[in-house]
């Protein structure tokens, strides 16, 4: 077996992407992630630029028995997009998106970030569901599952992925679709990174062009009244209304009148995807509920996505924790109230987003919500605090849930809990992953470890 390190100068020539180690200029840069907790030094960084690119890394990595970490955009919370002493296959500059109008689709490089996905098919009046942020990464947002504001109407973004190009542990290039290696693709759609790397993604888009959207806001004091009155509110309404609901901080930002800033609130945050003259109607009940703040307008959708950019750079400090709920009983409602009291910082916040609707429609989903408790802070020192709140919070409000988390959404928490997030499926997933990755070359990620 060859040392990690030695593989440098070969990779080097067989890559057109750059090769970064220790005792590179930028290699501090290259080794970082979207959150500051983590600090992991790989051996080195390989920034690919097409398949062949990341068949050589892997190939390097095979040959010296290194971990592997596939880094699409590095937003991952437990930051599987790096490794110490491994290699990372960084797609990063993997990231063209084309879109063809007429079929209704979008081929987008494993590297790509969902800001650029968005960017380009908004020119067409088109969009997929996608998450919140518009600099995650479309690699591992997909491969988990994907929700966000179109998911109500149109699914997860893993129910308008058509088919995906993977290179296999084995070095393989395949074409993953409901007709070619059904069974990769079936597990693909939610299994993580386990399964291979995904060098390009195609989407079905829907007509997304501009949308009804923003925030309502209420006093920290109203959290009860107002969580309660939403979890029963949502799951009526027609799938053309989005809303997730969140505890937070005002932030001192022009969004919000300066009477607002840095006081704890709770808060709605509205997509309207109807005809924008029925939207008054629609959201009639949440001006019923008088809200403190009302922030809603109409926007080019790409807007509404790019929202929370300002507010979360990379580089702050983060600790999350996930769960599924059916609903939100009045009990998990006061945990709720109580920890929006005591938020940490300024950054940390809890969101309940909706995921009934049209991601119920596959069989064997009945979750009604996917919650994020998330601490975050850009400072170092109150790294322990922010993660002492999130693991409180989620102590408390755990019991009511429905059982298992959004894979997104998880920190590094075990195999257990890896367990019964994918609950009845999970056996199925490790025997295509036996069959694809029989020696659990991809392991740097919620890991589904190959049957037998
Ligand atoms: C600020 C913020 C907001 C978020 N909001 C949402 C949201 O609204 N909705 C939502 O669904 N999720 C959301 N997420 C969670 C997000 O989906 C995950 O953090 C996801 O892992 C990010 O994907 P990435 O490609 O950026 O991460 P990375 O760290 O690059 O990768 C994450 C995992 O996916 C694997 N991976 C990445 N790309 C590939 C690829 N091309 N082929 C094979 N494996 C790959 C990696 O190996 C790793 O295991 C949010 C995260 C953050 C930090």
Redo the contacts with the bound molecule.
């Keep these: 077996m060859t040392n990690v390190v030695d593989t440098t100068p070969e990779l080097r020539t067989r890559i057109s992407g750059e090769v970064i180690g220790s005792g590179d200029a930028g290699y501090d840069d290259a080794r970082s992630?979207?959150n500051a907790m983590i600090d992991r030094h790989p051996a080195l960084i390989a920034r690919c630029a097409g398949v062949s690119d990341v068949q050589a890394a892997l190939d390097a990595g095979r040959k010296a028995g290194a971990p592997l970490?596939?880094?699409?955009?590095?937003?991952?919370?437990p930051g599987?997009?790096t490794v110490d002493g491994g290699i990372v296959i960084d797609?990063s500059p993997m990231r063209s998106v084309e879109v063809d109008p007429g079929q209704r689709t979008a081929r987008v490089q494993?590297g790509a970030t969902w800001g650029l996905v968005d960017a380009a098919t908004h020119k067409h009046g088109l969009a997929t569901p996608s998450?919140?942020?518009s600099t995650?990464?479309v690699?591992?947002?997909t491969?988990?599952?994907?929700?966000?504001y179109l998911s109500r109407k149109y699914g997860l973004t893993i129910d308008n992925l058509l088919e995906a190009e993977v290179v296999l542990a084995d070095g393989r290039v395949v074409t993953a679709s409901e007709s070619e290696h059904p069974d990769l693709f079936w597990a693909l759609r939610g299994g993580?990174?386990n399964f291979g790397?995904?060098t390009s993604f195609t989407f079905r888009l829907h007509p997304v062009g501009n949308v009804v959207c923003g925030p309502t806001a209420w006093p920290v004091a109203a959290t009860s009244d107002v969580l309660s009155w939403f979890r029963d509110f949502l799951p009526a309404q027609d799938d053309d209304l989005y809303g997730f609901f969140a505890v937070m901080t005002v932030p001192p930002v022009d969004t919000f009148p300066e009477a607002f800033h840095l006081h704890k609130a709770c808060a709605i945050m509205w997509c309207y995807l109807g005809d924008p003259a029925n939207a008054t109607e629609a959201l009639q009940p949440v001006r019923d509920m008088q809200p403190a703040f009302d922030g809603i307008g109409e926007a080019p959708y790409p807007g509404l996505q790019s929202a929370f950019d300002g507010l979360?750079p990379r580089g702050l400090q983060?600790y999350w924790r996930g769960d599924f709920f059916g609903t939100v009983p009045d009990a998990a409602v006061d945990a709720h109230a109580r920890f929006a009291s005591e938020l940490p910082t300024m950054h940390s916040t809890m969101h309940l987003y909706p995921i009934d609707g049209a991601v119920n429609k596959v069989p064997a989903r009945d979750a009604t919500f996917s919650q994020v408790i998330v601490g975050v802070d850009p400072d170092p020192a109150n790294a322990a605090a922010i993660k002492q709140w999130t693991v409180d919070y989620w102590d408390a409000t755990h019991p009511y849930s429905a059982g298992g988390a959004y894979v997104?959404?998880m920190m590094d928490e075990g195999q257990d809990r890896v367990r019964a997030t994918y609950g009845n499926n999970y056996d199925r997933l490790a025997e295509i992953k036996a069959i694809y990755d029989p020696t659990n070359l991809f392991r740097?990620?919620q890991n589904i470890q190959p049957a037998g």
Excluded: D, K, S
């Design positions: 992630v979207y970490a596939v880094r699409g955009g590095g937003h991952n919370g599987f997009g797609l494993g998450g919140i942020i995650t990464g690699g591992g947002l491969l988990g599952g994907g929700h966000g993580g990174g790397i995904v979360y983060w997104n959404f740097i990620n």
